[in-house]
């Protein structure tokens, strides 16, 4: 065993080092916005997976990037602040955000905290469309990373996205993963050994929350320009097709699935109309043809064992 | 994880390759960002038609002449519609992917100034019909307008409507909770104020907003004597005409933005006549030039609809180019733009120029008619034209 | 005074829509356990063919009435088609599963909108009025083919409501809301069952679209914008009961009329995601919900 995980972290690290080089070869035209794009929807869709840990669809992802994204672009538009600032502002936002509402949330399950997280993604939009001190409906202009980073931003962008990967990867194996995983099959029996179920699950979205922050502040600062459509529910919908298409059961899905769906969608078939269009079939597809995503694919071709899937139904 | 590999390295080479330039050396592509689906469509894709016309008719009489070089127009519009956050998504795919150094076209505030964020930066010139103020100025080198806004359209509309209703008093208005709406209801109060009339309410709704009797009942709750609909577009303000017919609130009505009777009385019925507008004009009698009522037919073949101003002002954007590309023997939008301000160039009007330097501290702004219009009998009138006293100084100028 | 007669007329037809719409979609919730966001796209589409059909067929020859009616017939037969399509080949796998049927849902309304607006392009259309003309009742004015709308909307919805209490087929569908598994025991077909509690919501929806199509702009995404409202109106009223469907549909009438009136549309809108999200916190099965 522990050579084939020295062998994983070998070719981890490598990819991560082919993957960064890569990067800087972007420039700063139509394939760094597209090397940016891939890796923030990686990410989102990580941190979109973190809580189906705990067995949860957490739609409220879009309303806590839209929150990351906002306070990174008060912090560099208004406020002056250095970028870092930002960034680290942002994920601590987003993380506040989600400690309140999770707690009072979380003690609903499955469709129905599903459908609060819906409204309350629905409910941040419309408030931000209020504020005028954020632009409301025009959107807030002229976010732009810090000169030095300018011509570096793909490069800074991955690399934030590998660490942020890693350490989701890290904590997902470690055992306080495991305790999550164990709350999705049945929480019940996990009470029962004196873990404070309803705290961990708050945890569990704080994390991703935090993450979710981080990609609305790179997001905020590769578009230059950020309004609260930018954050609606659809951003939650795209995210999902990325995990259902790339699939659950590893990190690699999540890594899988938004690269192949967001180049398809850039590269091959433009945008518009055609992009719901894919969007939805890619959903579609996914769902009724493959359960455990191209993960699933490139398991049986490797001739592994299929993961056990959790329960699923309520 | 040998797949993934390669994955990656395909992934890698892909990203590589698409930075390799790919435009050919005799196409100029123009560019168009602007709404093509929901209640403001029908601006969009008039405004497509129109600069695919001036752009064959360029292409047919031999296309641009620049350091003598032939050059062809080929038009690109994608639908930005109306917000902010699909603005931006347009910006990026025509300016860093399809490499477009002109656009021709461009509605709707908040989707133009993703636009421009990206486009001034980028060194790509743009025209415009946004109708904030805050889209111009000297910090925005590259952009220009090419049709009428609040700033050139509300003074003399509103006079005009107050001198044929004298005793109109007191005016309720609405808005779209936009961008656009919330520049232009600040210079709508003011206008107002300006003209002796007490502004009552000023309300909003939500875009995709279906049913409109509260919105309507609101308006009419005050008993005003006009009710001024600001930017609401054409499908929006059809539907709430008709909620006010239903409510049997008889008074003036005024829709600064409106561009064309069609949809308004298709959708509103008999209670849209007697509407006054502001962005729609006659293209097809004698009060519009030859080229006007040649397009005019077009529009209504093709989307059975005639042709307003904010359509045909990227046909004049088109022109405008043209002019100064040769003027200034260079496709350098920075050369192009420096020299265009100086002209006086052939638009579908007829002659023209830029200007308005007084009211947006630089010469941005084409000058071309201001046409108020008034629904009747489900058709439009067209009532006045308003030549700019800019232009008519300019021209007598250059003579 | 009289402006709450305009007001209570107002939220009896804007609730009208809405009841219709959500009857479907609580049914479908109730007898498959099945969260259908892609209910609206029956309605849109049912929309957007009597939106081709119509002026297709309205000429000298044709008078108005006969063109919507046929239109409207075909257009129905052929959502009911599609809704038998979808259930086969993809609601039929998602029963009981109400993430899973919501995951695919979302994707089908995506898919299904996408290629709405592909087909049926970006410009809204208006339909000429099938009645002229307006009225006054208790103060308020409402037009006459929206009242005659309004009228057959709370006939359906009592017709509904008959149907799940009296007859056996409506029996069979509560019994199967309730518990499936006894009512399988009972005897109680389940697949048919669940097939026909499905097509009877795919029904109401294309009815809703076919009275609507008068009185409403026809865009493409028409589906999704009603959509949100019903399911706000289920959540609060129940997911899965009928007289809560009802309920929720009046009460965000209600907010949508009088919250407009007095305060501001944007923020009518804003207080009923607050109120579904304080609904599902509080009380998840809703006002008469019995899950």
């Known amino acids: ?314 | ?399 | 005074m009289e402006i709450f007669g305009q007001l209570f007329i107002n939220s009896l037809q804007i609730s009208a829509a809405y009841i219709l719409f959500s009857l479907g979609l609580t049914l479908i919730f109730g007898v498959m356990k099945v969260v259908n966001f892609a209910h609206g796209e029956f309605f849109g589409l049912v929309l957007l063919l009597i939106a081709i059909l119509v002026p297709w067929l309205n000429s000298p020859s044709v008078p108005l009435v006969v063109a919507y009616g046929a239109s409207g017939a075909v257009s129905i037969l052929a959502t009911m088609a599609c809704g038998w399509f979808l259930y086969h080949f993809a609601f039929k796998k998602f029963q009981r599963d109400m993430v899973g049927s919501f995951v695919l849902s979302v994707g089908l309304s995506l898919l299904i909108q996408g290629l709405f607006l592909e087909f049926f392009g970006g410009v809204p259309i208006k339909l000429p009025d099938l009645i002229e003309g307006n009225l006054r009742i208790l103060g308020g004015a409402i037009t006459t083919q929206r009242l005659v709308l309004t009228l057959i909307a709370l006939l359906v919805a009592v017709t509904m409501c008959w149907l799940i209490a009296a007859t056996k087929l409506g029996k069979s569908l509560r019994a199967v809301s309730e518990d499936h598994e006894a009512a399988m025991l009972q005897g109680i077909p389940y697949r048919k069952t669940a097939l026909y509690g499905f097509l009877i919501a795919t029904f109401l929806a294309a009815i809703a679209g076919a009275l609507l199509a008068p009185v409403t702009v026809i865009s493409a995404n028409v589906g999704s914008d009603f959509l949100i409202k019903g399911f706000i109106a289920i959540v609060i009223g129940g997911l899965g009961s009928i007289p809560g469907s009802i309920i929720g549909s009046i009460l965000i009438a209600v907010i949508e009329s009088v919250g407009g009136y007095y305060f501001d549309p944007s923020l009518a809108t804003l207080a009923m995601f607050v109120i579904t999200m304080l609904v599902l916190l509080v009380r998840p099965k809703g006002i008469m919900g019995n899950g």
Not at chain 1, 125 to 152: C, K
Not at chain 1, 209 to 234: E, Q
Not at chain 2, 131 to 141: D, H, I, Y
Not at chain 2, 297 to 320: I, R, T
Request: glycine share 8%; with cysteine; net charge positive.
């Open chain 1, 1 to 314: 065993m522990g050579n084939a995980r020295g062998s994983t972290t070998l070719y981890v690290a490598l990819l991560s080092l082919l993957v960064l080089g890569g990067s800087l070869f972007a420039g700063t035209g139509f394939a760094a916005s597209l090397v940016i794009w891939v890796a923030i929807n990686i990410l989102l869709a990580a941190s979109f997976r973190f809580v189906q840990l705990i067995g949860e669809l957490n739609f409220a992802i879009a309303g806590f990037v839209g929150v990351g994204a906002y306070v990174a672009g008060v912090c560099t538009t208004k406020l002056g602040l250095p970028f870092v600032v930002a960034l680290v502002s942002a994920a601590l936002a987003a993380t506040l955000l989600s400690l309140i509402v999770g707690y009072i949330t979380l003690r609903t399950k499955g469709p129905y905290f599903m459908l609060i997280s819906f409204a309350f993604t629905e409910v941040l939009r419309m408030v931000y469309t209020q504020i005028d001190y954020i632009g409301s409906n025009s959107g807030m202009l002229g976010v732009f990373p810090p000169v030095l980073l300018t011509d570096y931003y793909p490069t800074f962008v991955v690399a934030v996205v590998l660490l942020s990967l890693i350490v989701l990867y890290k904590i997902e194996q470690s055992d306080f993963g495991k305790v999550l995983v164990a709350i999705r099959n049945n929480d019940a029996i996990v009470q029962t050994v004196g873990i404070n179920v309803h705290l961990t699950k708050v945890s569990c979205l704080a994390i991703s929350s935090f993450i979710a922050g981080i990609c609305g502040a790179l997001l905020a600062h590769a578009n230059n320009v950020i309004s609260p459509d930018d954050f609606s529910f659809l951003l939650a919908v795209y995210t999902l097709a990325y995990i259902k298409v790339g699939g659950e059961s590893h990190i690699a899905g999540p890594i899988l699935g938004a690269s192949v769906l967001t180049l398809l969608a850039q590269v091959a078939m433009g945008f518009g109309p055609f992009e719901h269009i894919f969007y939805g079939a890619a959903i579609v597809i996914a769902v009724l043809l493959m359960p455990d995503g191209l993960v699933g694919i490139i398991r049986k071709f490797l001739g592994l064992p299929p993961k056990p899937q959790a329960a699923a139904k309520h």
């Open chain 2, 1 to 399: 994880m040998k797949n993934l590999k390669q994955v990656y390295a395909a992934l890698a080479l892909a990203a590589l390759a698409s930075t390799a330039p790919v435009q050919a050396q005799e196409i100029i592509k123009l560019g168009i960002s602007a709404p093509m689906s929901g209640a403001a469509a029908v601006w969009g894709l008039g405004m497509e038609w129109t600069a695919k016309q001036a752009a064959e008719k360029i292409n047919l009489d031999g296309g641009v002449t620049v350091g003598g070089k032939k050059y062809n127009f080929a038009v690109v519009a994608y639908d930005n519609k109306y917000t902010a956050a699909e603005g931006t998504k347009v910006a990026q795919n025509l300016i860093n992917r399809d490499k477009v150094k002109f656009i021709v076209g461009g509605i709707g505030t908040a989707p133009i100034s993703a636009l421009q964020s990206l486009s001034e930066r980028s060194g790509v010139m743009i025209f415009i019909s946004a109708w904030g103020k805050s889209v111009k100025g000297p910090q925005f080198p590259l952009t220009f307008t090419q049709s009428n806004t609040p700033f050139e359209i509300l003074d003399p509309l509103y006079k005009y409507v107050l001198a044929q209703n004298p005793k109109a008093k007191t005016v309720a208005i609405l808005n779209a909770n936009d961008a656009s709406g919330k520049e232009v209801e600040l210079v709508a109060q003011k206008a107002w104020a300006a003209q002796g009339v007490k502004v009552l309410s000023s309300n909003w709704y939500e875009r995709g907003t279906t049913q409109f009797q509260p919105v309507a009942a609101k308006l009419t709750e005050q008993k005003p004597d006009i009710i001024d609909l600001g930017v609401a577009p054409p499908a929006d303000a059809g539907i709430v005409l008709k909620e006010l017919g239903v409510l049997g609130w008889k008074g003036v009505k005024v829709l600064p933005v409106g561009t064309s009777a069609t949809q308004l009385a298709q959708i509103g019925g008999a209670a849209a006549n007697g509407t006054y507008m502001g962005y729609a004009g006659d293209y097809s009698s004698s009060l519009a030039t030859p080229v006007q009522q040649i397009l005019n037919q077009g529009m209504l073949a093709q989307f059975k609809e005639p042709l307003n101003p904010l359509q045909v002002s990227s046909y004049d954007s088109v022109y405008a180019l043209k002019a100064a590309m040769e003027a200034s023997n260079s496709i350098d939008p920075k050369k192009i733009a420096a020299v265009l301000p100086t002209l006086v160039f052939e638009t579908s009007y007829g002659k023209t120029v830029f200007g308005s330097k007084a009211i947006y501290d630089s010469p941005q702004q084409m000058q071309v008619p201001v046409m108020i219009t008034q629904v009747q009998d489900g058709k439009m009138v067209e009532l006045t034209r308003i030549i700019p006293e800019e232009l008519k100084a300019r021209l007598a100028a250059a003579k």
